[in-house]
């Protein structure tokens, strides 16, 4: 849902446009690398993890694989790392842009502001909990949404002249950890934690910029910036 605004009998130029959008993802396809931190996680382990394996359960993984070497002889648990169908995701935002130009006696100029905000995003572990996923960098995955992000440009064009400055923001997040000295430091509502801990990250803002001129007329010039 959402709107496009350009009007034309007042501030020609401006253009308005938001768009607010939801969404569900079932069973998205991911894999699991970080054995600390998936053991750690209500409705992960388990798929993953065999803690104090049957015989029957190690007859069963060694069938139809060759060891690289031999096996211990007391075998205290069984990590299957495969890409599966882990994940459950529910989401919802704010997409932005809005964009004024105008001309002037010294070039024409337009300035625009461009970005997401999302209000949620909760993910859900098999038919575990769900839990919020915004702005968290959970190691046992690679779904890190991050809550605002956004960018403000100012361009400047005059002849073959083109100048263009952009800033671009990313809103702080938050690293789930096992490690000292961020597991005990506590994470956001409603974040798995469960032997973890989360390291703040902060905010950050950074600027570029392009400058151009346009070559005209010439045989060997001409199309060149």
């Known amino acids: 849902q959402?709107?496009?605004w350009t009007p034309k009998d007042y501030l020609q130029g401006l253009y308005v446009s938001m768009t607010y959008w939801g969404t569900n993802f079932k069973g998205v396809i991911t894999n699991q690398t970080n054995a600390n931190v998936a053991v750690n996680t209500p409705g992960l382990g388990e798929q993953i993890f065999i803690i104090g394996p049957s015989a029957a359960q190690i007859a069963a993984a060694e069938s139809g694989r060759t060891p690289t070497s031999a096996l211990p002889t007391n075998i205290s648990f069984i990590y299957t790392t495969f890409i599966g169908n882990y994940f459950n995701f529910r989401a919802a935002g704010v997409d932005f842009n809005f964009r004024y130009?105008?001309?002037?006696?010294?070039?024409?100029f337009a300035v625009a502001e461009a970005g997401e905000l999302k209000t949620?995003?909760?993910?859900?572990?098999g038919t575990g909990p769900w839990v919020n996923a915004l702005s968290i960098n959970n190691t046992t995955n690679t779904f890190s949404p991050i809550r605002f992000t956004g960018r403000t440009s100012v361009n400047w064009q005059l002849e073959s002249w083109t100048v263009n400055l952009g800033a671009n923001y990313v809103?702080?997040?938050y690293n789930t950890d096992p490690n000292t000295p961020y597991v005990a430091s506590p994470c956001?509502?409603?974040?798995?934690?469960n032997g973890l801990g989360c390291q703040h990250v902060g905010d950050y803002l950074t600027y570029d910029a392009h400058i151009a001129y346009n070559f005209k007329g010439g045989a060997w010039t001409d199309g060149l910036q």
Do not use: C, E
């Not at 949620?120 to 572990?125: A, E």
């Open 2 to 4: 959402g709107f496009d």
């Open 171 to 173: 809103g702080s997040y």
């Open 101 to 108: 130009a105008f001309d002037t006696d010294f070039g024409s």
């Open 120 to 125: 949620h995003f909760l993910k859900q572990i």
């Open 188 to 193: 956001p509502h409603n974040v798995t934690g």
